[in-house]
C-alpha cells in the first residue's frame, strides 16, 4: 500500500522486507497477476486468494493491511494464477485451467 499523496511506502503483504539475495522469500508468496475491484484487493498464492481492504489500518504497530477473507484454493484441488473479475464472477486463469467463481464457488 503507497500513500497517494506522498509515494510512501505504508505497508505490504506479506509483511517483512524486501529481501536481498541472501534472505528468503516472503511467505506467502503471490502466484499470477491480482485485481484491484470495488474497494478491494484480491491477491492469488499458490494456496489461496486473499482480499484485503484497499485501505490499510492504522494501529499501534503503524498502518497494517485489513483482511476481509481468505479464499482457500487447495481443497477445491486449485492454485493462485491471474485473476480478473467481470459482472461480479471471479475469473482465475491458472497454467492450465480458467475458473469462474460466484457467491457459491468455483463452476
Known sequence: WIDANTGRLLTQ??????GAA???????RGLGRGV???DHVWFPTRESI?????????????????LIRE???T?????GGNLTIADGVLLIATGDR???????GPK
Open 13 to 18: 503483504f506479506p509483511p517483512g522486507s524486501l
Open 22 to 28: 541472501a534472505q528468503s522469500a516472503a511467505s506467502p
Open 36 to 38: 484491484l475491484a470495488g
Open 50 to 66: 486473499f482480499v484485503f481492504d484497499q485501505r490499510p489500518a492504522q494501529t499501534d504497530f503503524g498502518w497494517q493491511p485489513k
Open 71 to 73: 479464499i482457500p484454493l
Open 75 to 79: 481443497p477445491r484441488g486449485l492454485t
Open 98 to 104: 480458467l475458473v469462474a467463481f460466484d457467491e457459491i
